[in-house]
Structure formats: C-alpha cells, structure tokens
C-alpha cells in the first residue's frame, strides 16, 4: 500500500509530501515515509504505532480485576476464512460494539455514520478483504526490523493509544514530538476533531 501511494505521488509530479494516517493507515505512512525517505517531508502517526515484536506481547486475555480493553479482534481477524463466514450481513454488531468500547464521546459518531460502516463491511469479500490488514502484521514485524530510525520530523498524536505511541516511536524516529490528547478514546479525528487539526497543523508549520 505504501508503494502504491509512492506511485501516486511520482504520477503527481510531487517531490516531497506530508503523509500522515490513523490505525493502520498509520502503519502505512510510516512505511512510506521508511521506504522512500526521499519522498517523505514530514510524517503524523495518528493513536496506533506500526506493528513491531511488541504486538506479541500484547494480552490476549482480560487481567482479573483490570481496568483493560484486551484486543481480542487482532487474534479473531488473524483466521482464515472463518470471521467471513461468521460475520457476513452481522458486522453491525462489530462496528456497534467497537465504537461503544473505543470511544470516550458516543455522540462522536452517529448511527447514519455507523451504518455506513457496517454497509461497506457486511460483505464476506469485504470483511476478507479489511482481515487480510490484519494477516500482514507479522509480515510486517518482520519489516520493521530491517528499518532505520528516520531522521524527517515525526509526531505522534494519541488519545487511548498514546501509552503505545509513547513506548514504540523513540525507537523509530530521532526528530520526534510526541502530544497526548486528553479524555479522548481511539477515534481521535472524530471525537476531537479541532484538537486534533490544531496539533497536525502545528506540527506542519514548525
């Protein structure tokens, strides 16, 4: 994926670019900006840092008497061929329950914004298809391990995912910054739309 978006960029006619993503759109900005630092400005990785060995270490199960939200669907969306069949024309209940276990402000996002969700995942070739992301981490572990710290700015913005941003960055940047977003779960471009804009324009304008 960030090869493609390289592509793009060269078809553009763009020198350099700012590239930024949230999620896993984040693992793939930063893998841009790893793989064609040449290209890269400047990079903004939004409340998830890009897979590394640290993901292994993750718990699976809920810790008794803790306070945690253990990522059960990144286990889950490893199988092959069974969350299609089980989830095909039911992904509302994922999207439902995601939404109300990830977000802090539930009016953030609204039913219409909910249905549009679960419309474009419903299918066994979508949810497929959004799975497969979730089958290249270990692939894409095993990249991380061949990368060199960048040296371009880079500034990590997190809600709920600040901790992991804090732990995985210093290890992937020299020029980083790093802004917490208060009282703020993993949507952060949509439960803080304003704060969030204001730290990335910031950023872009140093």
Known sequence: MAKDI???VKKLGFEKVYIGGHDIGAHVALSFAVNHPETAAKLIMLDTP????GMYHLPMLPVFGANYLYPWWLAFNQVKELPEQLLEGRMDIVIEWLFK???KDQESISDFDKAVYSSAYNDKNAIRASNAWYQAFPKDIEDSKTYDKLK???IGIGGSGYDLLQMSLPNTATNLQLKKIEDCGHFILSEKPNETAELMINFLMQ
């Open 6 to 8: 390289f592509e793009l």
């Open 152 to 154: 371009i700015p880079v």
């Open 50 to 53: 890009h897979p590394d060995t």
């Open 101 to 103: 276990n990830l977000l």
